[in-house]
């Protein structure tokens, strides 16, 4: 059972889905424009950045505890499959792909990586290719290695074997 919002307790990992994984610092009353807000601080280290997100936005935020080991187990059997090639313009599926990314969903984020990973003997990635490629391995890299409650190096290095199966 996934735990509610009002659950979270300092030290706690969650997910923001535009930025990924995220550690609970707490919660802080501010006064904005006259009215006491009541908002959970979130601090990404990786990025250098707190988020105070008003608690009463957190749901609609798509803010989430993290992925089970169950769920990252099933986003990470994603790796091994087929690469969907789409003869699609490019535009239009980096947009798709920046919108997975930005789900925050893990399994949406595996196939990202699974679509844009080349082995070797294949052509070259694009500037922007590789751009979002890294993104998307960031972001499941992260999350991860928070599951996992290993390093992050230890977390792309099991990412990238994986891919290398396939």
Do not use: C
């Not at 059972?1 to 659950?7: E, G, I, P």
């Not at 006064?31 to 908002?39: H, P, W």
């Not at 844009?116 to 052509?123: D, F, I, P």
């Amino acid at each position: 059972m996934a735990k509610a919002l009002k659950d979270f307790t300092n030290g706690d990992y969650v997910v923001y889905p535009s930025h990924g994984v995220g550690q609970v610092l707490g919660t802080e009353t501010q006064v904005i424009s006259g009215y006491d807000l009541k908002v959970i601080v979130i601090s990404f280290e990786k990025d250098r950045m707190t988020l105070r997100l008003p608690i009463t936005k957190a749901q609609t935020s798509g803010l989430r505890p993290l992925s089970s080991k169950t769920e990252m187990d099933a986003a990470l059997g994603k790796l091994t499959g087929r690469a969907r090639v789409r003869r699609t313009m490019w535009s239009r599926r980096a947009q798709e792909y920046e919108a997975k990314i930005n789900s925050g969903d893990p399994a949406s984020i595996a196939e990202v990586l699974r679509d844009l990973h080349r082995s070797t003997g294949q052509a070259e990635q694009s500037y922007s290719e590789r751009q979002i490629y890294q993104a998307a391995l960031d972001r499941l890299v992260r999350e991860l290695a928070a599951v996992e409650k290993i390093d992050e190096a230890a977390a792309t290095k099991r990412l990238e074997e994986l891919l290398q199966a396939a």
